[in-house]
Structures are given as structure tokens and as C-alpha cells.
């Protein structure tokens, strides 16, 4: 069984730039979260995928958006990347929407310069 | 969303020592899990309870839905047991984590 995986693992980007996070479900999962994790905090919810769909969302701005493929997995997109965006984007798959447990892939590093 | 509360925010433990980290909600959920995340960031899966008491091997944890609260029991504690424990509890769709206990476990 494949776990959750992510790319890239640390990426750099200059302030106003744009960028894309990548990540693949575990197998047998059609459900995928993301999460934004500062230093020294707990994760923060950006949104959640569902059958291609965004099924629901945190407190984080338009400029934050997301794609779900057919093959569960699901794309993190940026836009006009701020200091502040500098953190862990943790992906996390799960069986279904809802109280289901859900499983973490490795994160990558995002930082802004 | 579910506001969580962790207790203690800092422990540290010589090896061989017991402990028990808190995890207060302010509604009834449900679903909460444990993490331990490691030094590079990984999120690993310790528990899935939302409510009972559930063991594996020198770990066990303990959700009393009604009360609102979980606690993580760690027995004799190793230095690999270091790192951040999270809990986190379902709302709607979203993970809602307390801010952690960070934990170092010193030989």
C-alpha cells in the first residue's frame, strides 16, 4: 500500500510569484486535505477535495486554490506569493469526507524571499 | 470550528519516565486523533479515538467524548520519542489542532 507522497519536498520563491504543490493520495483514498503549518504552530485547514470538488475551506484567501484529479490526487496552487506564505504545506488523504481518519504525506517547504 | 487546547506546551522527561499530554475540546466531535510529528516535519498517525481508550505497545490514549477531552500516555519514555504531539478533532471537514506539546526525552 503506497502512502500519501508530495512534491517537491522544499522549494524558494520570490515575493509576487506563483506556485504549485503536488500531491498523490494514499490508495484506495478519494478524499484530499491541505494544510498550512508556521513555525512552531499547529496545522491550519486550507481546503478539502471530494470527487473533484472542493468540499470545503479555511480562513485563507482566494489566491489560494486547488485541483483534484481523477486519480484522486490534487494540486495546491499559490498566486501572488507573500512572506507570509513561507511555511509546511502538509497534504492528507483519507477514505471519504467527513470523521474519517485522515493520513499525512511528508510536506514540502515552502519559502518566500 | 473546535477550539483544542494542549497541555503542557514543553516537557522534558529523562528516559525511562511516564507522562501524560492533555488534549482539551471546546465541543463534542467526531473524530480526534494523535500525531507525533518528527524532526523533518512528518505527521505520523498514533491514534484515531474518538472516544474509549485504545493501546499500542508503550502508548495508549483515552477520549471521554461527554467530559471533552483526550489524553496520550507515553510509558517509559525513549529518546526516539521526541519530537511534537498533536491532537486534532474533526469540524465538518477540517483537522482543527491544538498548538502541541513539544517533547524531549533526554538519555
Known amino acids: 500500500e503506497t502512502g500519501v507522497t508530495q512534491s517537491p519536498t522544499h522549494l524558494i520563491k520570490t515575493r509576487g510569484q506563483q506556485v504549485t504543490l503536488r500531491c498523490s493520495s494514499q490508495s484506495g483514498h478519494n478524499t484530499v486535505s491541505w494544510y498550512q503549518q508556521a513555525l512552531g504552530q499547529g496545522p491550519q485547514f486550507i481546503f478539502q477535495y471530494y470527487r473533484e470538488e472542493e468540499n470545503g475551506r479555511g480562513n485563507f484567501p482566494p489566491r489560494f486554490s486547488g485541483l483534484q484529479f481523477p486519480n484522486y490526487s490534487s494540486e495546491l496552487n499559490v498566486n501572488a506569493l507573500e512572506l507570509d506564505d513561507s511555511a509546511l504545506y502538509l497534504c492528507?488523504?483519507?477514505?471519504?469526507?467527513?470523521?474519517?481518519?485522515?493520513?499525512f504525506g511528508p510536506g514540502t517547504r515552502l519559502t518566500v524571499t | 470550528g473546535i477550539q483544542v487546547e494542549q497541555s503542557p506546551p514543553d516537557l522534558i522527561l529523562q528516559e525511562g519516565a511516564n507522562s501524560t499530554l492533555r488534549c482539551n475540546f471546546s465541543d463534542s466531535v467526531n473524530n480526534l486523533q494523535w500525531f507525533h510529528q518528527n524532526p523533518w516535519g512528518q505527521l505520523i498517525n498514533l491514534f484515531y479515538?474518538?472516544?474509549g481508550t485504545k493501546q499500542n505497545g508503550r502508548l495508549s490514549a483515552t477520549t471521554v467524548a461527554t467530559e471533552r477531552y483526550s489524553s496520550l500516555y507515553i510509558s517509559s519514555s525513549q529518546t526516539t520519542d521526541s519530537g511534537v504531539y498533536f491532537c486534532a478533532a474533526i469540524s465538518g471537514y477540517a483537522l482543527n489542532f491544538g498548538k502541541g506539546t513539544s517533547l524531549l526525552v533526554t538519555p
Open positions: 492528507a488523504s483519507s477514505v471519504g469526507t467527513g470523521s474519517y481518519e485522515q493520513y
Open positions: 479515538i474518538p472516544s
